[in-house]
Structures are given as C-alpha cells and as structure tokens.
C-alpha cells in the first residue's frame, strides 16, 4: 500500500505535467496567432505600397484594402481573450481600450461613413498602424521563439514615440472630419420620441470619444515609456497601487 507521501508526489508529478502542456499549448497557439497577424499586416502593407505606386494617387487606397484591415483588426479581439484568460500577463483594461478604440475606427467610422474613406488622415493612421502592428507582432513572434533580434527590440520600443501621436491624430483628424456627415445624416441616432424612450445622437457621441482621448491618451503614452525604460535601460518601475 503507498504512502501518502508517495500518493503526495504522484499527485504534484500529475500536475506539472498538466501545467506544462498547457504552457505549451498556450505557447504554440499565441506564436501562431502573431506569425498570422505579422504576416496580415505585412499583406496589409504590400498591398498599399502597390496601389499607391500603381496608382500614384492615395484616393480609393482605404477600399483596396478594406476587407483585408476588417479581417485582421477585429481578429484582434482575441488578444482581449489572451489577456483575460492569463495567456499574456498584461492588463485586460488597457489591451481593451487599445483594441476596441481601433475596431471602432475601422467599423464606425471608416467603414459606415465611406465619404471620408479617401482622407489624408485616414491614410496617416492606416500607415501607422501598419507599421506599429508589423513590429509588435514580429516582436512578440521571436520573443516566444526565444530568438528576439535586438533591432526588432529596438523598433518595438523606440518607434511609438513617434508614430503613437501620428496615430492618434490620424484618428482624430479622421473622426473630426465625420462629423459634418454624422450630423446631416443622423446616423445611428435616435429621436424621441420612440418605442424605448431612450435618446442618443452618435453625432454628440463622437465629440465625446474625441474628448476621452485627452485622458487616455497620455496614460497609454507613459505606460509605454514606463515599458520602455524597463526593457532597453532596466529600470525597475514601480508602479502605484490604484
């Protein structure tokens, strides 16, 4: 008859091994998730270089590529999941807001008022977002393959500084810039009186998301300089209890 000491040890033996295939499944289902998303952007990327060289000319750019940007940015409401489910320790709170923020540029603004779909600004933030997303997920990529080159490092946590603040006002400008058609239109509003009593005008609505990012914007921003500094200069931050 066996001890209960050996019956202990079978018991922690059984639950390593549990807690190691489940590590490497986790491991290889988020390293096929970012070679798959690296390679969407990088089809992103190539496909608006060639219409612009085709083309010479930034107009009907966002349809060219639309389908493509829908598939591959709302496939990233994963990364919520990811979060969310301890697949990646990071904050369930901040990868939302980051993630949702975009899927609403790409479904409620570009896609459903298309008179504003050949807009500079609309181009400026596509390009940042190309960039900015062929960077983190080939970062992510050879972090798990624990073969991270440090220029992809580099880039990672040196390129944000700038394309950050581009991408935001890419948005913005692209958001402001709906506004007139929003409001002719009266798009997704709803008048009293109704059959639910209830009053909303996504005109209002948008003034307010453009008004959020005065907060949220700098948090994000420090957030990745906080980062930053621990990984390339490895500073230890300490971060306040909220």
């Known amino acids: 008859m066996a001890s209960g000491e050996e019956d202990g040890a079978v018991e922690e033996k059984e639950t390593n091994n549990k807690k190691k295939t489940k ?14 998303m690296t390679a969407g952007w990088l089809v992103l990327a190539i496909a608006m270089a060639r219409f612009y060289l085709q083309k010479g000319t930034h107009k009907g750019l966002y349809r060219s590529i639309a389908r493509t940007l829908k598939f591959f940015q709302t496939f990233a409401l994963l990364e919520i999941g990811h979060c969310a489910f301890g697949l990646v320790r990071t904050s369930v709170i901040v990868t939302g807001v980051q993630v949702c923020s975009r899927i609403f540029m790409v479904w409620f ?15 400026l933030f596509l390009v940042v977002w190309t960039v900015t997303e062929i960077t983190r997920y080939s970062f992510y990529t050879f972090h798990l393959l624990h073969h991270l080159p440090y220029f992809i490092k580099w880039a990672r946590y040196n390129l944000f500084i700038i394309m950050y603040p581009l991408g935001v006002a890419g948005e913005l400008m692209t958001i402001y810039a709906a506004l007139p058609y929003v409001r002719k239109s009266g798009m997704y509003s709803m008048r009293l009186p109704n059959k639910y009593n209830v ?15 005065i907060p949220l914007f700098p948090q994000l ?22």
């Open 199 to 213: 009053s909303f005008d996504y005109y209002y609505f948008l003034i307010i998301v453009m008004l959020s990012y």
């Open 109 to 123: 603004i570009t896609h459903s008022i298309r008179q504003i779909q050949n807009e500079e600004s609309v181009i």
């Open 23 to 36: 590590s490497a499944v986790a491991i290889a289902w988020l390293t096929f998730y970012n070679i798959a």
């Open 221 to 242: 921003y420090l957030h990745m300089l906080r980062q930053r500094r621990r990984v390339l200069h490895g500073e230890v931050i300490v971060e306040k209890d909220e």
